[in-house]
């Protein structure tokens, strides 16, 4: 049982949270508010700014026809592919110049190079070599998290501390050992928020690359509302691109936290 | 008495892009078995690098290391680098999995250690919960858990106040002496090293070369805490004090 004390400091802290949670939802309902006046006064042109009413509407609409949930599915089917080769193939490719730290050296350079160089330069070339598919699509996501993670990875592996090291060699461990012993789960940590990262970059990835190509999606979707000046359609996609983008953080946010909570 | 060890003009040159440094030079002694062995002398003279070139983790430049055929040699490092991802009885157990020697009847002699240590009721806590001396127990447990026979101790007390640091050399000289074991430490506390020791070996500034050597005698010898209480303890302390060079 809690002393007295302790129950008024956990009451405390549950009205903090109750305050902040609050707050946030108020934020966010005066400005629809807002919005929304200003479009009814006539104050703000709803054809370019639109108003939260005809955003509903342009979502109901879509519902309706059914389209809603293929766009939101091929955006993340995409982005789920994207995020899950370059988490597994980018944390191969970082143990393998662990492994062989001399590969590392040689294509270090390349590695900075190609992961300053903005990737939406190279999607012209991208469409002509995948074609305007889902292909180019995934290798654009892939293109943008996959260096990243890899950088990332690599980083944690090498940022295992010295004596630790020290400590598996006098054990007499392989260098297998040293790897599946140490290297990697101390590295778990690191792995895990770059899956985070991995995440947004890859619904970035995405999104541009249906902007580049695509007949389906959200990007897709975006793109076509400002193709034919539908504002109402392209506020309505960057909305719904905002809480899938949520959804999956907080899905990887839980695995986080499950995995954590297992390892201590 | 067999000798565990034997070392004969051990040199030890580390080479980086700018510097070579001599380390060690002209180290030569043996070691019997049983025996407790001190190492002290001033900072950065080469001390660790002794017993990292004895348990093979640097190739030494030159000279002889004989060991006895069935001598097994177990390092505790000065850090205990306990792995925060693993129970404790799972750190313990870290040596026997490397060696591929973990099984029932090791796995309970490693649960036996812990247990006569005191550190029963934390088999299955994680490293953070634990203070500094039970972690350097840990540590002392991972390393005996293999079963060698000649311990190599770099400044296993340096992380601990000095209560804690008293409890411990009795607990962990303890624990040597009742499983036999035959032991190399390295330390900067002089009246360490003479209450617990057999032998003090004195090292000059680097590269470390032996300065002198000490075989404690005692007027009645028994744990570190008493010995420090003993008639004799005080002579040693000035003689050591006096070889070592202290720069301030
Ligand atoms: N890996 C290394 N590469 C190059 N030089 C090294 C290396 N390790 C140690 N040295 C150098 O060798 C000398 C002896 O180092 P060592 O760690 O053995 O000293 P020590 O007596 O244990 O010092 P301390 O009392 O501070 O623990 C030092 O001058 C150190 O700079
Ligand atoms: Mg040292």
Known sequence: ?264 | MKNVLEIKNLKKIYHTKTHETLAVEDFSFDVNDGEFIAIVGPSGCGKSTILSVLCGLEEKSDGEIKFNSNTKIGYMLQQDSLFEWRNILDNCLLGLEINKTLNEESKMRVIKLLTTYGLKDFIYSYPDNLSGGMRQRVALIRTLATNPNLLLLDEPFSALDYQSRLAISDDIYNILRKEKKTMIMVTHDIAEAISMCDKVIVLSDRPARIKSIYNIELENKSTPINNRKDKNFSYYYDKIWKDIDFHV
């Open chain 1, 1 to 264: 049982m809690y002393s007295l004390e302790h129950i008024k400091f956990l009451k405390k802290l549950k009205r903090e949270k109750l305050i902040v949670t609050i707050s946030q939802l108020a934020i966010f309902i005066f400005f629809l508010i807002i919005w929304q006046l200003l479009a009814d006064l006539n104050i703000i042109n709803t054809f370019i700014f639109s108003s939260p009413k005809k955003i509903f509407e342009t979502i109901v609409g879509l519902y309706k026809n059914k389209n809603l949930f293929s766009h939101i599915w091929v955006t993340v089917y995409e982005t789920i592919i994207s995020f899950s080769v370059a988490t597994i193939l980018g944390t191969f490719i970082a143990s393998l110049l662990w492994w062989r730290k001399r590969i590392q050296k040689i294509i270090e350079p390349y590695l900075t190079i190609l992961n300053s160089l903005p990737k939406v330069a190279l999607g012209p070339m991208i469409i002509i070599w995948f074609g305007a598919g889902i292909k180019s699509i995934i290798f654009m996501a892939l293109l943008i998290s996959l260096i990243i993670t890899i950088i990332n990875v690599y980083e944690g592996f090498n940022s295992v501390n010295e004596n630790k090291i020290k400590l598996m060699k006098s054990l007499g461990a392989s260098k297998y050992q040293l790897f599946f012993k140490l290297i990697l789960p101390n590295s778990l940590n690191t792995i895990i928020s770059a899956l985070k990262i991995n995440v947004s970059m890859s619904l970035i990835g995405v999104i541009m690359g249906e902007f580049l190509v695509s007949k389906k999606g959200i990007g897709y979707l975006i793109l076509y509302g400002s193709q034919v000046f539908n504002l109402s359609l392209v506020i309505s996609g960057i909305f719904i691109l905002c809480v899938v983008a949520a959804i999956m953080y907080y899905i990887v946010s839980f695995i986080e936290k499950r995995v954590l909570k297992k390892r201590y």
